[in-house]
């Protein structure tokens, strides 16, 4: 009898450690914790309270810098490193979906405060640093007149843009610092209403395939379902004709699209659905399978089923992929970029990814930019934050973070559109050994096993 | 005022009166029946239909209450009657607030709770109207 209670003590003791242990350290990794649906009558909501930065820059793990490379943009959404060392900024802001209820009204002046209030850019402005001292001296205005460009790619001599209606390519040789001719289409991007505007772009490491990530026409189905024919997926478009084909399918909103250096196979960052609670849904970071079903609508994670969605669909819940490694609810991830060794030890392989931050949640999440560690090409391990200080804890806000680019010299560039800046951060030059530099907040105990985070 | 010292029991019921009670019943049963709608075709539009019905309804009766709070003052809160018609727009109004938010959630986050405020506020507002326009005259039947 004695023994079954002290048993009995210990296990309750050992559940009450367990439950005390969870909430953080399971919101990320492959298999985070997914707590019930809750909506009240309000979502969970924090505003972004923007103000400017002054002296002050975000924030680097010890012994890497940090530098304003160019300010004063007109949005800067995604960057691109061009053969020479240049960089390429797409700015511009996109969407415009009328409102179609009450809420939508409202809504739209709460989350017009967290963001900026500058015109859009419409171009992409083209940064060089001709004696690698690091600052970017060089400033022109690539090409403009766009509409609202975002992803980025260079095959060979042709550089695409993916705006917020077509991709387009330029003719590019390198040093060039303005295009020669207006761009070319190569296919129409799915533009109507375009709720989720924003169309991120990859090339297949052959260059014969561009990938487009095209987000959802609503948070979950509200703008009806035929408003999301040819959304919520990732098109392969054959470069030469611009024909294309869904290379994936169900994946609510496709932000930034990277491909693995060495494998060659294509990476995402996906927003998931709002207003089901602080920590649902996961935002995440995949391999994206050629034909895959992620779930969006009618499941997230696999096959937990949207109750907001009907009718609904048995059979393509039961087909719905799980993601590879959850980044957290409201993270907002518009970012994507691998790493090289050149980022120095702690960083060298894995991705960089830029966190905006959602108005989705309080306490916020996001307004940062994290790396994740990667062994044997896949993620493993918990985030490390690589860049902060974008938002106070009374929530001032500086900036928010949306694209990252690797530059193989040794330097993250991160574009920030609310303060309208180009950051770039270096590794301490010769990295010494024992200077090796720390992650910041790594220590989160036990986060996802090595093993347990390669699915494949 | 005018009305208040009428001698002519039915000229007593204000214009105001009428308008304000009578413009939110309508609204709320088109919110209803937009709601029906929306359940029995899964079509967002009724949703959307429902959803501004209702804010309409809702400026109505925000605007009733008012007025009747208004009245119930100038009458120094002696008319019983008056005070139930206060206390059914209240309620109107309250729940209404609530079922606003909840149509405010997106696509079928809305149901059935939606649906079923919908059907007590049209009877919530209709109660309030029957009992504002005939108070006034009770007990002076010709």
């Given at each position: 009898m004695r023994r079954a209670a002290s048993v009995l003590a210990l296990l309750a003791g050992a559940a009450l450690l367990a439950s005390c242990d969870r909430p953080k350290s399971e919101l990320y990794g492959p298999n985070p914790q997914l707590p019930e649906p809750q909506r009240g009558l309000l979502p969970s909501m924090k505003i972004a309270e923007p103000a400017s930065w002054?002296?002050?820059?975000?924030?680097?793990?010890?012994?890497?810098?940090?530098a304003a490379i160019a300010t004063g943009l007109g949005i800067p959404r995604q960057t691109l490193i061009l053969p020479n060392g240049d960089i390429l900024v797409a700015e511009g802001r996109g969407g415009g979906a009328p409102a179609l209820r009450p809420k939508d009204l409202i809504a739209g002046v709460i989350k017009a405060k967290g963001t900026t209030s500058v015109k859009s850019g419409n171009r992409l402005t083209l940064l060089r640093d001709a004696n690698g001292d690091g600052v970017y001296e060089l400033r022109t205005v690539f090409a403009d007149k766009l509409n609202a460009p975002y992803g980025l790619a260079l095959v060979g001599g042709q550089l695409y843009v993916a705006n917020q209606d077509a991709l387009v390519r330029f003719s590019y040789t390198v040093g060039q610092t303005q295009a020669t001719a207006p761009p070319v289409k190569v296919t129409d991007l799915p533009s109507y209403i375009n709720?989720?505007?924003t169309k991120s772009l990859a090339a297949s490491p052959d260059g014969r395939f561009l990938y487009v990530g095209i987000g959802s026409n609503s948070n979950i189905t509200e703008r009806g379902m035929p408003a999301e024919a040819d959304r919520a997926m990732i098109w392969e478009v054959d470069a030469a004709t611009g024909a294309h084909r869904p290379y994936a399918t169900g994946i609510r909103n496709p932000t930034a699209l990277a491909i693995q250096p060495g494998t060659g196979q294509l990476w995402a960052v996906v927003n998931e659905r709002d207003e089901l609670g602080p920590n649902l849904v996961p935002d995440y970071l995949t391999f994206v399978r050629d034909g895959g079903f992620y779930g969006w609508p009618y499941s997230y994670w696999g096959q937990n089923v949207d109750q907001r969605v009907r009718p609904?669909?048995?059979?393509?819940?039961?087909?719905?992929?799980r993601p590879d490694y959850s980044l957290g609810a409201h993270v907002a991830a518009l970012g994507v970029a691998f790493s090289t060794p050149a980022m120095g030890p702690a960083f060298a392989e894995g991705v960089f990814v830029g966190e905006h931050g959602s108005w989705n949640r309080d306490p916020p999440s996001g307004y940062k930019v994290v790396f994740i560690p990667f062994r044997n090409g896949r993620p493993a391990?918990?985030?490390?934050?690589?860049?902060?200080?974008?938002?106070?804890?009374?929530?001032?806000?500086?900036?928010?973070?949306?694209?990252?680019?690797?530059?193989?010299?040794?330097?993250?560039?991160?574009?920030?559109?609310?303060?309208?800046?180009?950051?770039?951060?270096?590794?301490?030059?010769q990295a010494p050994v024992a200077e090796a530099p720390a992650p910041p907040t790594g220590g989160r105990g036990a986060g996802p096993q090595p093993d347990s985070a390669s699915p494949y | 005022m005018a009305f208040a010292h009428a001698s002519d029991p039915a000229s007593r019921v204000h214009p105001v009166d009428a308008v304000l009670l009578t413009c939110g019943v309508p609204l709320f049963l088109g919110g209803l029946l937009s709601d029906i709608a929306y359940a029995r075709t899964y079509q967002?539009?009724?949703?959307?239909?429902?959803?501004?019905l209702i804010a309409g309804a809702m400026v109505f009766t925000g605007l009733a209450l008012a007025w009747t709070l208004l009245q119930m003052i100038r009458s120094s809160f002696r008319d019983r009657r008056r005070l139930i018609v206060f206390l059914l727009l209240l309620a109107t109004f309250a729940l209404g607030l609530v079922n606003s938010f909840i149509h405010a959630r997106d696509a079928w986050g809305s149901m059935p709770s939606g649906l079923v405020l919908s059907i007590i506020i049209t009877l919530l507002a209709a109660a309030a109207t029957w009992l504002g326009l005939s108070s006034i005259r009770l007990g002076v039947r010709p």
């Open positions: 002054g002296d002050r820059r975000p924030t680097a793990p010890s012994g890497y810098s940090v709720h989720h505007w609904q669909d048995p059979q393509k819940v039961a087909s719905a992929i391990g918990p985030p490390v934050d690589v860049l902060t200080g974008f938002r106070d804890p009374n929530g001032t806000t500086r900036g928010r973070p949306v694209g990252v680019t690797v530059d193989p010299r040794g330097a993250l560039i991160v574009a920030d559109d609310l303060s309208n800046t180009i950051w770039r951060v270096t590794p301490p030059r | 967002i539009q009724w949703s959307n239909f429902a959803a501004w």
